[in-house]
């Protein structure tokens, strides 16, 4: 199957050993893959690693793919504007503004990203809650709105591949599966989705294909179907019931 996304040789450091190193990760158009991880694994490195993008004086190295073309050099606003959209941890929203305004404010570059792009509509199809609250400021929007209204912007640019780092961080349980559930509409919708996860129950009720991330190192993976099943999955965060 054709990779939306693919890297290879990936590797960042912060100054020291590297914080990432990915010999090879291949996302098939379509999809959604999730890469799980505990705390400080390497997750938010290797997403932002991927845009060319890093929260410290991060080195990186190796190259990364978008549908065939390679991004390597570009800087991340055109990684951007090329498909390649991160809904960051933290929320990437304009708290004064309107739910409205902050998707209408955001708009795809180039004709091709608008015909992939979500229209105002369609986001709001897609979030009811969101159109509920359309003319609310999106700093009185609670966690969970919040985080659909930062993918409905991602949605906006048009992306090819849609990278979501740890969107159910911060989010009440009930509406975790909920969250999950609309990200897995979006990859049976065709859009190729790379899924970062702590929330690893959660993760494996929706992802296609399972990444597990040590220490930077991708550690095991394979399809959900045998990484339920993986002892490392099992011990380290499914515990004794396996559910
Ligand atoms: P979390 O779930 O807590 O966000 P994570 O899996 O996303 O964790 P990262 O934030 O990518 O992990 O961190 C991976 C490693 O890189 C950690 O050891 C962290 O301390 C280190 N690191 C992250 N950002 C920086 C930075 N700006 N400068 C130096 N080291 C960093």
């Known amino acids: 199957m054709r990779a939306a996304l693919e890297v290879e040789k990936l590797s960042v450091s912060y100054g020291g050993d590297p914080a990432v190193s990915v010999p090879h990760l291949a996302l098939p158009a379509g999809t959604l893959a999730g890469v799980v991880g ?16 890093s929260r410290g004086p991060a080195r990186a190295s190796g190259v990364v793919k978008l549908d065939g073309e390679t991004l390597n050099g570009l800087p991340t ?22 739910v409205e305004e902050n998707l209408r ?25 969101l159109a509920e609250r359309r003319a609310n400021r999106a700093a009185s929007l609670s966690g969970g709105e919040r985080q659909m209204l930062a993918i409905g912007r ?10 979501l780092d740890e969107p159910s961080i911060g989010l009440a349980p009930r509406l975790v ?11 049976d919708a ?14 494996m009720e929706v992802v296609d294909h399972l990444y597990l991330l040590e220490r930077g190192r991708i550690i095991a993976d394979g399809p959900i179907g045998a990484m339920r099943d993986d002892p490392r999955i099992v011990e380290a965060y499914l515990g004794s019931t396996k559910a």
């Open 105 to 129: 404010s955001t708009r795809p570059h180039g004709p091709e990203a608008e015909r992939r792009a979500f229209s105002v509509d369609h986001v709001f199809a897609l979030f009811p809650r």
């Open 154 to 163: 991602a949605l906006r640019l048009g992306p090819k591949v849609l990278l």
């Open 38 to 53: 505990a705390n400080g694994a390497g997750k938010s490195t290797l997403v932002n690693g991927l845009l060319g993008w």
């Open 190 to 203: 065709g859009l190729s989705v790379l899924l970062v996860e702590q929330n690893v129950r959660a993760a």
């Open 77 to 98: 606003y055109q990684r951007v504007q090329r498909g390649l959209v991160l809904v960051p941890e933290g929320l990437a929203v304009f708290g004064t503004m309107l």
């Open 177 to 187: 599966l909920t969250l999950l559930l609309t990200i897995r509409k979006l990859a």
